[in-house]
């Protein structure tokens, strides 16, 4: 494998990816529209490019996140979100890898793991400040031809209150039709109330182009409701 040629194609995927992001006037985890991520990777030179919109009643934010295979079960994720108001909340950009290789498979098991980093800007910061670092284990089950059960497990670490959580996700997806998903998921960790989410996704491209719809809330926390709009481009080879 020629390495600098294989940084080279990624660098330039990724300016194709903020280009594609301008042209559809969306901002873009992998997995969309799932906050739980499901053990499988991108092959290597396959990218896709997911861009969503999170509204809140004090607050919107503009998610965009490319990712890319490296080489085949290893994938590297970009995110970049951008609050409103700027003036009162917290600017993040996070990175993260994921290995999930065709062999980390039992029985109907498949397995991964992922590991990120991120940075937090405060309105009265000049600069960005560390913020966590994650890591996770990824476990995905076909339970018929339908249903699909994703599972992940992990640590996060608040380099700055230096304080750590133990964190959890499952989802359940169901995929009535090959143009339909729904699911359903519960997020968290051991220190705050869960967040509960719903939503749908449409393929406008069979699993090339996704548009999709998200409503979560948390759990004891009164105005905690949410909801999403998103678009997914998935597949794209180089």
């Not at 951008?82 to 003036?87: A, D, I, K, L």
């Not at 405060?122 to 284990?137: I, K, L, T």
Request: aromatic share 10%; hydrophobic share 40%.
């Amino acid at each position: 494998m020629n390495l600098s040629k294989d940084i080279q194609k990624f660098l330039q995927l990724l300016t194709l990816a903020s280009g594609l992001a301008c042209m559809v006037n969306l901002p873009a985890q992998a997995g969309r529209p799932l906050t739980t991520d499901d053990a499988g990777a991108n092959d290597q030179a396959v990218c896709q490019v997911e861009s969503w919109l999170d509204y809140a009643s004090d607050a919107r934010s503009a998610h965009f996140a490319p990712a890319c295979g490296l080489m085949d079960g290893l994938e590297l994720g970009l995110e970049f979100i951008r609050v409103s108001p700027g003036s009162e909340q917290v600017q993040g950009r996070a990175v993260g890898i994921k290995w999930a290789p065709e062999w980390a498979s039992w029985q109907d098991w498949r397995f991964g793991l992922k590991a990120g980093t991120s940075n937090g800007k405060a309105p009265d910061e000049p600069d960005w400040h560390q913020a966590a670092n994650s890591f996770a284990v990824l476990a995905s089950l076909p339970l018929n031809p339908q249903w699909t059960l994703h599972i992940n497990l992990g640590r996060e670490h608040d380099r700055r209150e230096h304080a750590s959580a133990s964190t959890y996700a499952a989802a359940l997806a169901w995929s009535p039709s090959e143009r339909w998903l729904v699911f359903g998921e519960l997020v968290g960790h051991h220190n705050a109330p869960a967040t509960q989410s719903a939503g749908l996704r449409y393929w406008l491209l069979p699993e090339q182009l996704g548009l999709d719809v998200t409503a979560s809330r948390t759990n004891a926390t009164p105005d905690s409701q949410a909801w999403g709009i998103g678009l997914g481009w998935y597949g794209i080879k180089f």
